[in-house]
């Protein structure tokens, strides 16, 4: 016996071309897609990785999504981090189950959502943004994953300051993050871990002049690249395209002054 789908389960539901579909699934509710419809009640008690058919006959393969699929189908206003950087993000400032982590710059909140998943039940994540449509969105994104309990948003320029204190761990997705080191540095215990993310090089120079001046060494600066590979054994090559530059990320830690 496999395991089953239930109400309220998001639900992905992968077509012809590979073509995705990501839906909570509620009894009464429907799937438009160009291959027909799904009704929910038809997808409800089914087992995971089960083929189901549209109105027209369309099959598709009902998956439970990963949580990498849910990030790709964020909803958004702006740009979101993209998974490859928020994996090693979340290894290079060591957010884990119980731990706490703060960021500033809360956009659509796929950052947000994948800190959240990490720290479990049992941590908490301090999300800071100064545009309210922008942390609206987010709570929305994060209530729909069943996240919101484990963060905190707050509507406030970083300039003003930042709590808690002694965190082990801050996060800036800002153009300016070097304005705002002396909040950042009196929130952050000795020896833990800041990151940023730029887009360009002349942004990432500035933050690092500024760093030394803020008590944080061990600076690090890198980028990730994903590639990926038809999957066919008689072809087996790389994609035409790739994902390649998204962001410059800057890691450092907090030393004493």
Same mark, same amino acid.
């Given at each position: 016996m496999?395991?089953?789908?239930?109400?309220g389960?998001?639900?992905?539901?992968?077509?012809?071309?590979?073509k995705?579909?990501?839906?909570?699934?509620?009894?009464?509710?429907?799937?438009? @897609?160009?291959?027909?419809?799904?009704?929910?009640?038809?997808?409800?008690?089914?087992? +995971? /990785?089960?083929?189901?058919?549209?109105?027209? /006959?369309?099959?598709?393969?009902?998956?439970?999504?990963?949580?990498?699929?849910?990030? #790709?189908?964020?909803?958004?206003?702006?740009?979101?981090? !993209?998974?490859?950087?928020?994996? !090693?993000?979340? #290894?290079?400032?060591?957010?884990?189950?119980? %731990?706490?982590?703060?960021?500033?710059?809360? /956009?659509?909140?796929?950052? @947000?959502?994948?800190?959240? +998943?990490?720290? /479990?039940?049992?941590?908490?994540?301090?999300? !800071?943004?100064?545009?309210?449509?922008?942390?609206?969105?987010?709570?929305r994104?994060?209530?729909?994953?069943?996240?919101?309990e484990?963060? %905190?948003?707050?509507?406030?320029?970083?300039?003003?300051?930042?709590?808690?204190?002694?965190?082990?761990?801050?996060?800036?997705?800002?153009?300016?993050?070097?304005? !705002?080191? @002396?909040?950042?540095?009196?929130?952050?215990?000795?020896?833990?871990?800041?990151?940023?993310?730029?887009?360009?090089?002349?942004?990432?120079?500035?933050?690092?002049?500024?760093?030394?001046?803020?008590?944080?060494?061990?600076?690090?600066?890198?980028?990730?690249?994903?590639?990926?590979y038809?999957?066919?054994?008689?072809?087996?090559?790389?994609?035409?395209?790739?994902?390649?530059? @998204?962001?410059y990320?800057v890691?450092?830690?907090?030393?004493?002054?």
């Amino acid at each position: 016996m496999g395991i089953k789908s239930q109400a309220g389960d998001l639900a992905m539901l992968v077509g012809k071309g590979r073509k995705q579909f990501l839906t909570q699934l509620q009894p009464d509710n429907k799937l438009q @897609t160009h291959w027909g419809v799904l009704r929910h009640a038809d997808l409800i008690e089914r087992d +995971w /990785g089960s083929r189901v058919k549209s109105h027209s /006959g369309a099959d598709f393969l009902l998956l439970q999504p990963t949580f990498l699929d849910i990030l #790709l189908h964020t909803k958004r206003r702006s740009q979101i981090m !993209y998974p490859k950087d928020i994996g !090693y993000i979340l #290894l290079r400032m060591s957010v884990g189950p119980g %731990t706490e982590v703060l960021e500033a710059g809360t /956009g659509s909140g796929a950052l @947000t959502s994948a800190l959240a +998943w990490a720290v /479990g039940p049992g941590g908490r994540v301090f999300s !800071y943004d100064r545009r309210e449509d922008m942390q609206e969105l987010a709570r929305r994104n994060l209530e729909r994953l069943g996240l919101a309990e484990r963060v %905190t948003l707050r509507l406030q320029d970083i300039e003003l300051g930042l709590e808690p204190r002694e965190l082990p761990a801050v996060f800036l997705d800002l153009p300016e993050p070097e304005r !705002y080191l @002396t909040q950042v540095r009196q929130a952050m215990r000795g020896g833990g871990v800041l990151g940023a993310i730029l887009p360009t090089t002349n942004q990432v120079s500035r933050l690092l002049q500024a760093l030394d001046q803020h008590s944080f060494g061990m600076v690090e600066v890198c980028e990730t690249l994903l590639r990926f590979y038809k999957s066919v054994p008689e072809r087996l090559r790389p994609e035409d395209r790739m994902l390649g530059h @998204t962001g410059y990320l800057v890691f450092a830690r907090a030393m004493q002054a």
